[in-house]
């Protein structure tokens, strides 16, 4: 298949890319390159690619295409968080739109990253599956809900969308994100000899591997259609169902010598849920996650060891918020986040 893949220079973007060649698709991205030099280690090859914003797709960007894997957004709480109303814009007009101008060229199948926040609020320690109430408690995970209502609106006989609810990812990319909390706990970890954490450790967290993700995909996007379509599926596995102490426990025990720290300074977390994972190995037999938290833990530790991480970069470089933050201040994006000409 010919895929566009948006967000193809981000976290999971230069993970997900190798993974779709190797299974024979022809991938195209679209980024407007935010993070794309926000690399620890040697750069990755990307596919062929546009630097384009999301807000300014045209039809030319999904023509003869087959497949959309639609990965570009602001891709967190404390983004969505700085700017709203640009979350809304963005990760929710901008992403309806791609998907009307992809069903109006044909394309058949749409991929979108959606996220297991939007159960936000669920709470206690049953296992919440896709038809649970979705209780989002911020904008990041408020844009996700609205997309996929508005691409169960499109869906039709010719036209699938898919909503991947992705737990919390983490794992080595060559374009590292460090704000995501595993690999942040082992950032700190190796740079402080302290586990960090400033909740009060209690809430659940479902943690997935970059590479499971990216290998979820790449199965949906050959399911058969009655498999998939107009369907969400929550991406991880029960494995990693755990609480941010639990995942703190990990960390401790994969940098030796490190010592968890719990401050609670945060205060009690809202967004605590456990999830089922089910849905999905049952609509795509074979499929399973392979990483566990702890072989992650490990596999950071010694990548951010083998590339030389610095407290500069773990701080800056590799934290969303603060790229974006840095930018803004240099003056090289406008406030609309639009790079300036
Ligand atoms: N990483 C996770 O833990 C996780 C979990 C669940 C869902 N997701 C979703 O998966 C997707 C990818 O996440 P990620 O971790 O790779 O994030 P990321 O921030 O590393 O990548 C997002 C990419 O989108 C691009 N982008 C942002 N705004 C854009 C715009 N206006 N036009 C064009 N490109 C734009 C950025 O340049 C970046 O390359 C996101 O939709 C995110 O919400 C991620």
Redesign the pocket.
Known sequence: MRVLL??????????MAPVLAAAGHEVVG???????D?VLGPAPADPPGRR??????TADHVAGVDAVI???????DP?GSLAPELTY???HH?SVRLARLARDAGVQRFL??????VYGAAGGDALVAEDAPLRPVTP?AES?VRVEDDLHALADGDFSPVY???????GF?P?L?AD?VLNNLVGHALLSGEVLVLSDGTPWRPL?H?AD?ARAFAAALVAPREAVHDRAFN?GSEVNNVTVAEIAGQVAEAVPGSEVVITGENGADPRSYRVDFSRFRAAVPGFDCEWTVKRGALELADAYRAHGLTREAFERRFT?LAVLRAASDAGTVDDT??WRR
Do not use: E, P
């Open positions: 948006t967000g193809h220079q981000g976290y999971l973007g230069t993970v679209l980024d407007a390159g935010l993070f794309a926000c384009v914003d999301l807000r300014d797709v639609h990965l570009a957004a602001l891709s967190n983004l814009d963005i990760n901008a979108y990253a959606s996220t297991c926040s990041y996700k991947m609810r992705n737990a919390t990812a983490f990319s374009r994100r995501i997935v970059a993700i991406i969303r986040l639009r």
